[in-house]
T-cell receptor, first 109, second 116 residues
Framework: AQRVTQPEKLLSVFKGAPVELKCNYS??????LFWYVQYSRQRLQLLLR??SRESIKGFTADLNKGETSFHLKKPFAQEEDSAMYYC???????????FGKGTKLTVNP | DTGVSQNPRHKITKRGQNVTFRCDPI?????LYWYRQTLGQGPEFLTY????????KSRLLSDRFSAERPKGSFSTLEIQRTEQGDSAMYLC??????????????FGSGTQLSVL
């Protein structure tokens, strides 16, 4: 079964510093990966997806099949980036999205 | 708010009681999902509907759990004979599409269940 690992439960950086939230996955094949974000007192929402190869709110994520990683990066963190971030992967042949346990990012002023 | 709506927001019940949650998806969305989230964990898939058909159920969904989506609109999730282990945030999500899961999921605010 597919698995998603987010090794950091908590991550704290200062405003303006680069940030990288790690995500590793186990999947045999070409995965489609997602990053979802939940800001304080808001709903879980899609931040970006691998297939779109987009940059949202300055965040990017590159799929590295060799390292089976899909790390989320932003060169200059902002206080409003403070949130809970979840990496997710579809279960093969299923409508099920498998989520990691999440990383809580705090951007300090 | 035209997003996914879930009711109630909070539910406190005693062990052994039955509870029912409701989810109203975004109106044009044909797909509806239920997830469960406990503290310190990511959301875990429970079940999925395409229109009114329940097409997939997780092994997490014991026979005490039942979900319906009559007429392909709103959905209900019922838990019978609740147990303390059922305490969790129950999330509903919807999407529109015919392809696989790479459509964007829109989540509701969730129903927080506490079983005493």
């Amino acid at each position: 079964a597919q698995r998603v690992t987010q090794p950091e439960k908590l991550l704290s950086v200062f405003k303006g510093a680069p940030v990288e939230l790690k995500c590793n996955y186990s999947y045999s094949g070409s995965p489609e990966l997602f990053w979802y974000v939940q800001y304080s007192r808001q709903r879980l929402q899609l931040l970006l997806r691998h297939i779109s190869r987009e940059s949202i709110k300055g965040f990017t994520a590159d799929l590295n099949k060799g390292e089976t990683s899909f790390h989320l990066k932003k060169p200059f963190a902002q206080e409003e980036d403070s949130a809970m971030y979840y990496c997710a992967l579809p279960q093969g042949g299923s409508e099920k999205l498998v989520f990691g346990k999440g990383t809580k990012l705090t951007v300090n002023p | 708010d035209t997003g996914v709506s879930q009711n109630p927001r909070h539910k406190i019940t005693k062990r052994g009681q039955n509870v029912t949650f409701r989810c109203d998806p975004i109106s044009e969305h044909n797909r509806l999902y239920w997830y469960r989230q406990t503290l310190g964990q990511g959301p875990e898939f429970l079940t999925y509907f395409q229109n009114e058909a329940q097409l997939e159920k997780s092994r997490l969904l014991s026979d005490r759990f039942s979900a319906e989506r009559p007429k392909g609109s709103f959905s209900t999730l019922e838990i019978q004979r609740t147990e303390q282990g059922d305490s969790a945030m129950y999330l509903c999500a919807s999407s529109f599409g015919q392809r696989t899961i790479n459509e964007k999921l829109f989540f509701g605010s969730g129903t927080q269940l506490s079983v005493l």
